[in-house]
Structure formats: C-alpha cells, structure tokens
C-alpha cells in the first residue's frame, strides 16, 4: 500500500500534466502513451488494447481521473512488483511530464533541473495523502532544515515566517510549484554556493527518498587476505553495502543487519585510528573511519539502523513522517481543545456578565415592587374592609340561600337515584343491542362467505359443465370417426376374405394340377422302367444273334463289350422337387400372411369398439 500511494502522486502530476484543458479530463490517446510509458519504466508487460476494452461503453471522449483510476488499478498497479524496477526512472517520466507545463525558473537564482527533480520527489515523500498534493508549513521547514543541515549553516527563520505570513492561505499547505519558487527566489539560499546547495540536495535526497541513512569513504579489512581496502559505504535500514567508489557502479558486498547484530568501538591498531566493527551472527567486520567524528556519526547511524529491521521497518524516514504527523495532529488537537476551552470560557464569562446585569435588573426591579407592594398594602387594606363589610352581607345572604339549598339538596339526591337506575337501565339495553349488533355481523359476514363460496362453486360448476360439453363432443366426433375406420376396415377385410378366398381356390387347383402331373410322372416312369426292361432284354438277344455260342465256349463277363452292358437308367426330373418346395412355402407365407393381416384388423376393430 505504501508503494501504491507513492506511485499514485507521482502519476497525478503526470494525469493532471496531460489536462491542458484543466477540466479533469484527458484524451485516451494521451491515456494510451501514458500508460505504455508507466508499463515500460515499472517493468510490467503492457496491453495495448486493454484501455479500449476497458472503456469500451464509453463514447469517445476524454476521461477523468476517478474513470481512469480502475484500469490503473488493475492493468497497472495491481502487476507492480517492489524492487522489480528503478523508482528514480518511473519519478524522472512523471517530472519530465509535469515540469514542461509547471516548472517555470526565474533566471540566475533557479537551481538546476536535477535538483528541482529531487526537490520535487522530496516534496511528494513528505506531502500529505490528500489531493492536490500539499506540504504543510512544518514539513516544509524540516525539509530546509535538513538541507542546511547537510550544508552546516542555520536555516533562515525569519525569511520562512515572513513568507508564510505574506500568504495566509498556505497555512493549511504549500504546493510543490510554490515550493520549488520559494527555493528559486534565494531567500532562503542567499550567499550559498550552487553546488554547495546541489550536494545538499543529493544528500538529503539519498537520505530521505532512497533511505540512505548515511554514506561515505570507509578503511575495511578484508575476511580473507586481512588487508585495508577504502571501499563507498551505503547504510539503508537493512543492509550496510559497500562499492569500489562512489559512483556505485561495482558492488563488493554487503553487510545484512538484523536483531543479533551489534556494533562495538575497537582501539587504535595495525596503523589504523578511529576503528569499530559491526558483528552480525555469522562475521566480524571491522572498519576505520577518517576521525572521531565520522566513527560516532556511523556508529550512531548504524545502531539506528538494526532497531529498524527488527522491527520490520522498511524506512526511516517514513517512520518519522508518520510520528511527525501524529504529533501534528496532536498538537492540533490540543489546539482545537484549547480554542474549545477558550470559547467555553468565553462563553461562561459572557453568561457570568450577563447574569450580573439580570441581578441588578432584579434589584432594581425588588425595589420598585418593594415600592408597588407598600402601595398595594395600603390598597388591599381599604379593599380588605370593604371586601369584610361586603362578606358579612353576603355571609347573612348565604345562610338563607344554603336553607333553601338544602331543601332543594334533597330533591335533587332523590332525581339523581333515579337517573341512576335509568342509566343502568340504559347501559344495559346497550349491551344487549351491542351483542345483538355483533351477531347479525357475524350472520352476515357468514352469508357473504357462504354466497361467495357458492358463487364460486357455481362459477367450478359451469367450467367443469363446459369442459364435460366439450369432451363430449370430441367424444361424439371420436365415435363417429371409429364407426366410418371400422366400416372401412369391415370392408378392407371382406376384400381380404374374397382375396383369401380366390387364393384358396387357386391354390387348390394348382394342387389338383400337381396330383395329376405327379401320376403323369408316375406312369411315365413306369413306362420308362418297362422301355428299360425291353432295351436290356433285346440287347441281350441282340447279343445271342450276334456271337453264337459254340461248344466250350464261356458265357462272357456282364460290363465287358457289346451291348450286354448298355443299361437306361430311370429318368428323373431334379428341378421338380424343388419347384414343389417352393411352391409349398409360398404358399404357407400367404397363408401367414393373411392370417396376420386378419388377425391385426380384428384386433383394431376390437380395441375401437371398447373405447369410450
């Protein structure tokens, strides 16, 4: 969250830099550069079709900030990785974007560009989280403080009340343009050599945005070869790194600090003054500093420096802001409390003196009826013995009056007995009208139940009437409509019959034609047995005329010559079974089939009778 709120001050400037028009809107054109630039500094992959996907329902207009603000969330911040990127080049777009349009120098006394840029990084580290981004008149004094500090001189009060003063409006907070104007008038900075005031700056700036808590030329020992190298020293919150030089271009290591480190101030030895060391859990590293001064001001920074990483915190001076800020908001509180009680004061005096005034009011009014009520005693006196004179008449009236009042009393006891009787009389008849009232109620709410249960059975009655009506008349249609299928069928099926029929009678002659082909067949076989019988018995004879047996001559082997051996077998007709065959069972399917297509019909016929 704490780099988020960093990131989102500087794209305000970069987002208000792109509104030339000043009306809180910017062209997604711009939109579109500005967030491919932002991807490519924070190291992020960049979508360049996500901005229009984004704002697809929107018209082609420019677009605010709170409507730019959900895209920057999720395409952008939300992908944003600490330590992934250099935050100095993402600060460089974003001032590069906003001081064309802002930064205005005014001549010999403007710092250069460089140090308004990191003016600028310190103004967003120690603004308020509020927009438009304001620094209030006690960071704006630290912040100078801290840049004479690095200087060695005094910061110029005076010259910092007067302007504060000039504008009282910019007691709630100063802008960072007003700021950077404030610098560049050299009010604050007069006599002050420029690169004096830039190394001051890039100290500060070090310290303060880069969490440098202090840097420079330190003598350490090395852990193996045991010799004295003078190496760039870096201490931030967690680590203690050092360089070959200032320029931190190569890095030789670093020295991580955590709760079991400790730093301890070690005498003078192998020529080397001003030494200590700082033990971490797994090394001792020993250093030398250029003076007393340098050890105490390292020492001190370091032993800062391990409290912070115990305690999980990434930066210092975010620490203090925020104490700073609470001791602001405290002391606005007490201030808020003190004006509370000086209106209270204030309020009770008025009402102290006010209630003086009402007290001599009150006195000058006691006299004055101290005054009126003498008067009034005198005058009530004469009133009183007149009013007694008075009395005494009326005293002498009243006894005769409440004679007659008692008289009158008794009447008046006596008709007030009876208007008694008569009102409980009366009260009672009302009870009774009031039951009587209530069941005739009853007895009509129960008939209005009973018309409208009636009515609405009446309103069943006569749908169910309607949908019996219909049903029969689908059901007369349906009756109709089985009578002319079963005519239809009755007349389909005496075809069948007479179809069947002729079948029958075809069939019964084709069997009839078969009997007398078979005894045709029959006889023709015979007379082919007896033809064979005569063929065999005059080849035989035939044979006898032919060779004439002679004395001692042997009867010839049957099979071998001649025509003794000739045989005409019976003749057969092989096609004629099978013609046979398949005429049976033609005949059997049409029989089935018949049958089948009967059967069915009736069973239709049948099912049409039964249905309602």
Same mark, same amino acid.
């Given at each position: 969250?704490?780099? #988020?709120?960093?990131?989102?001050?500087?794209?305000?400037?970069?987002?208000?830099?792109?509104?030339?028009?000043?009306?809180?809107?910017?062209?997604?054109?711009?939109?579109?550069?500005?967030?491919?630039?932002?991807?490519?500094? @924070?190291?992020?992959?960049?979508?360049?079709?996500?901005?229009? !996907?984004?704002?697809?329902?929107d018209d082609d207009g420019p677009v605010?900030?709170?409507?730019?603000?959900?895209? $920057?969330?999720?395409?952008?911040?939300?992908? +944003?990785?600490?330590?992934?990127?250099?935050?100095? %080049?993402?600060?460089?777009?974003?001032?590069?974007?906003?001081?064309?349009?802002?930064?205005?120098? %005014? *001549?010999?006394?403007?710092?250069?560009?460089?140090?308004?840029?990191?003016?600028?990084?310190?103004?967003?580290?120690?603004?308020? =989280?509020?927009?438009?981004?304001?620094?209030?008149?006690?960071?704006?004094?630290?912040?100078?403080?801290?840049?004479?500090?690095?200087?060695?001189?005094?910061?110029?009060? +005076? !010259?910092?009340?007067?302007?504060?003063?000039?504008?009282?409006?910019?007691?709630? *907070?100063?802008?960072?343009?007003?700021?950077?104007?404030?610098?560049?008038?050299?009010?604050?900075?007069?006599?002050?050599?420029?690169?004096?005031?830039?190394?001051?700056? !890039?100290?500060?700036?070090?310290?303060?945005?880069? =969490?440098?808590?202090?840097?420079?030329? @330190?003598?350490?020992?090395?852990?193996?070869?045991?010799?004295?190298?003078?190496?760039?020293?870096?201490?931030?919150?967690?680590?203690?790194?050092?360089? +070959?030089?200032?320029?931190?271009?190569?890095?030789?290591?670093?020295?991580? $600090?955590?709760?079991?480190?400790?730093?301890?101030?070690?005498? =003078?030895?192998?020529?080397?003054?001003?030494?200590?060391?700082?033990?971490?859990?797994?090394?001792?590293?020993?250093?030398?500093?250029?003076?007393?001064? &340098?050890?105490?001001?390292?020492?001190?920074?370091?032993?800062?420096?391990?409290?912070?990483?115990?305690?999980?915190?990434?930066?210092?001076?975010?620490?203090?802001?925020?104490?700073?800020?609470?001791?602001?908001?405290?002391?606005?509180?007490?201030?808020?409390?003190?004006?509370?009680?000086?209106?209270?004061?204030?309020?009770?005096?008025?009402?102290?003196?006010?209630?003086?005034?009402?007290?001599?009011?009150?006195?000058?009014?006691?006299?004055?009826?101290?005054? @009126?009520?003498?008067?009034?005693?005198?005058? #009530?006196?004469?009133?009183?013995?007149?009013? &007694?004179?008075?009395?005494? +008449?009326?005293?002498?009236?009243?006894?005769?009056?409440?004679?007659?009042? &008692?008289?009158?009393?008794?009447?008046?006891?006596?008709?007030?007995?009876?208007?008694?009787?008569?009102?409980?009389?009366?009260?009672?008849?009302?009870?009774?009208?009031?039951?009587? $009232?209530?069941?005739?109620?009853?007895? #009509?709410?129960?008939?209005?139940?009973?018309?409208?249960?009636?009515? #609405?059975?009446?309103?069943?009655?006569? !749908?169910?009437?309607?949908?019996?009506?219909?049903?029969?008349?689908?059901?007369?249609?349906?009756?109709?409509?089985?009578?002319?299928?079963?005519?239809?069928?009755?007349?389909?099926?005496?075809?069948?019959?007479?179809?069947?029929e002729e079948a029958q009678l075809h069939?019964?002659?084709?069997?009839?034609?078969?009997?007398?082909?078979?005894?045709?067949?029959?006889?023709?076989?015979?007379?082919?047995?007896?033809?064979?019988?005569?063929?065999?018995?005059?080849?035989?004879?035939?044979?006898?005329?032919?060779?004439?047996?002679?004395?001692?001559?042997?009867?010839?082997?049957?099979?071998? *010559? *001649?025509?003794?051996?000739?045989?005409?077998?019976? &003749?057969?007709?092989?096609?004629?079974?099978?013609?046979?065959?398949?005429?049976?069972?033609?005949?059997?399917?049409?029989?089935?089939?018949?049958?089948?297509?009967?059967?069915?019909?009736?069973?239709?016929?049948?099912?049409?009778?039964?249905?309602?």
């Open positions: 969250m704490e780099l #988020r709120s960093e990131l989102l001050k500087s794209i305000w400037y970069a987002f208000t830099a792109l509104d030339v028009e000043k009306s809180g809107k910017v062209s997604k054109s711009q939109l579109k550069v500005l967030s491919h630039n932002l991807c490519t500094v @924070l190291s992020i992959p960049h979508d360049p079709v996500a901005l229009e !996907e984004h704002f697809r329902d605010s900030s709170q409507g730019y603000m959900p895209y $920057l969330n999720k395409y952008i911040l939300d992908k +944003v990785k600490e330590g992934s990127f250099v935050k100095e %080049n993402f600060d460089e777009l974003c001032w590069t974007l906003t001081a064309k349009k802002n930064y205005r120098p %005014n *001549g010999k006394t403007s710092i250069p560009l460089k140090d308004a840029f990191r003016f600028w990084c310190l103004f967003n580290f120690l603004s308020e =989280d509020k927009y438009p981004l304001v620094m209030v008149p006690d960071e704006v004094e630290y912040l100078l403080k801290k840049v004479c500090m690095a200087m060695n001189v005094e910061l110029n009060y +005076v !010259e910092l009340e007067d302007y504060f003063s000039q504008e009282p409006q910019q007691q709630s *907070g100063i802008v960072v343009w007003k700021f950077l104007e404030l610098v560049n008038s050299g009010k604050l900075t007069r006599g002050i050599d420029r690169d004096t005031l830039s190394m001051a700056i !890039e100290e500060v700036y070090r310290e303060i945005v880069e =969490d440098v808590l202090k840097q420079g030329y @330190l003598w350490k020992k090395g852990q193996l070869r045991r010799n004295w190298t003078e190496r760039w020293f870096t201490l931030r919150p967690s680590t203690l790194a050092y360089y +070959v030089s200032e320029d931190r271009k190569e890095r030789k290591g670093s020295i991580p $600090l955590d709760r079991n480190c400790c730093v301890e101030v070690l005498p =003078d030895k192998d020529g080397k003054r001003c030494m200590f060391c700082v033990k971490t859990s797994a090394k001792t590293y020993e250093m030398s500093a250029s003076d007393t001064k &340098q050890r105490q001001e390292w020492t001190t920074a370091i032993q800062t420096a391990i409290p912070l990483e115990a305690e999980g915190k990434k930066s210092l001076h975010k620490d203090l802001k925020l104490k700073r800020r609470e001791q602001r908001e405290q002391r606005e509180r007490r201030k808020m409390a003190k004006e509370e009680e000086m209106l209270r004061l204030r309020a009770l005096q008025e009402e102290k003196e006010k209630k003086l005034q009402e007290l001599e009011l009150l006195k000058e009014a006691q006299r004055q009826a101290e005054v @009126l009520l003498q008067q009034d005693e005198q005058r #009530r006196r004469a009133q009183h013995e007149e009013m &007694q004179r008075t009395l005494e +008449v009326q005293l002498r009236d009243a006894e005769q009056a409440r004679a007659s009042m &008692q008289a009158e009393m008794v009447l008046k006891e006596a008709e007030a007995e009876r208007q008694k009787k008569r009102i409980q009389e009366l009260e009672e008849m009302q009870q009774g009208l009031e039951e009587a $009232l209530r069941l005739e109620i009853k007895a #009509r709410q129960d008939e209005e139940a009973f018309r409208y249960a009636q009515a #609405r059975l009446l309103a069943e009655e006569e !749908e169910k009437l309607k949908q019996l009506m219909f049903m029969k008349e689908e059901q007369e249609e349906y009756i109709l409509k089985t009578q002319r299928e079963k005519q239809e069928l009755k007349q389909e099926m005496e075809t069948k019959s007479r179809a069947l069939l019964e002659e084709v069997r009839v034609n078969r009997q007398r082909v078979d005894q045709d067949v029959v006889a023709a076989q015979r007379k082919l047995r007896q033809a064979s019988t005569n063929v065999k018995h005059w080849n035989v004879q035939m044979n006898r005329l032919m060779h004439p047996i002679g004395p001692g001559d042997k009867k010839s082997s049957p099979g071998l *010559g *001649g025509f003794s051996s000739f045989r005409i077998p019976p &003749q057969k007709d092989p096609g004629l079974k099978l013609r046979q065959k398949s005429e049976e069972r033609e005949r059997e399917e049409s029989k089935e089939n018949v049958d089948s297509e009967s059967a069915r019909r009736l069973s239709q016929a049948s099912d049409m009778d039964t249905r309602p």
